[in-house]
């Protein structure tokens, strides 16, 4: 069984398009992350939400709008979207909030702004 | 620059030899992670090191950390072409617990039989 499964794999979509993302983790984990990877493989924190409440929010256009409905998914959609948003997205979970969690992350999803 | 780099960036060698790998950091840590990430995949979490510890292992991982040099490396004996990958350290900010980890740029392996 997949521990953290992100949907879609592969999404390629216009300039100006809405997107959304979806993650679901069946760990029974209390915390979720969503992470951005650009070309050079450098992987920034976006938003971390533990038990449905948001706890990180980094500096973050707000055309990207996380929606946490419950502790074990964590969705992530993108307005208006522009071409350097092209990078590779995951999505991860941690048992409880904290430095000392190792954290599960999904496989990705690779987003193509053409 | 950011709080964690990794070196070198890219490293080859032959199946059988060691690997090692360095991070360093500039900020006073709470612990430091180490993660894989293969081709087109997810990164997998490999081993965590507290602060107040020098040395851990796990299987043919071995990780340490000098808070003095504010560095850790992570040596991987008796490589095999499965341990192509990227290697990233993630570092917790001491007296920081509001914030997330922070990931270094990776160090690339490539493992040839």
């Known amino acids: 069984d997949t521990a953290v499964s992100q949907t879609p794999k592969y999404l390629v979509t216009q300039m100006g398009n809405d997107k959304s993302i979806k993650c679901e983790q069946n760990l029974g984990h209390d915390t979720m992350y969503w992470y951005k990877q650009d070309s050079k493989k450098f992987l920034k924190i976006m938003f971390s939400y533990n038990n449905k409440e948001l706890i990180i929010n980094e500096t973050v256009p707000n055309r990207f709008s996380p929606k946490s409905p419950d502790k074990a998914h964590l969705n992530l959609h993108i307005n208006s979207l522009e071409l350097g948003d092209s990078a590779v997205y995951f999505c991860?979970?941690?048992?409880?909030?904290?430095?000392?969690?190792?954290?599960?992350f999904g496989d990705g999803t690779r987003l193509s702004i053409l | 620059s950011q709080q964690g780099e990794e070196d070198p960036q890219a490293l080859s060698i032959q199946e059988g030899e060691n690997a090692t790998m360095n991070c360093s950091y500039k900020t006073s840590i709470n612990n430091l992670q180490w993660y894989r990430q293969n081709s087109g995949r997810g990164l997998v979490h490999l081993i965590l090191?507290?602060?107040?510890?020098r040395e851990k292992h796990s299987g043919r991982l071995r990780v340490t950390l000098d808070t003095s040099k504010k560095s850790s490396s992570l040596l991987i004996t008796a490589s095999r072409a499965a341990d192509t990958a990227s290697y990233f350290c993630a570092t917790g900010l001491a007296n920081q617990a509001g914030t997330a980890l922070i990931f270094g740029k990776g160090t690339t392996l490539s493992v040839s039989s």
């Open positions: 090191i507290r602060s107040n510890e």
């Open positions: 991860a979970s941690s048992l409880t909030w904290g430095h000392d969690q190792p954290q599960h």
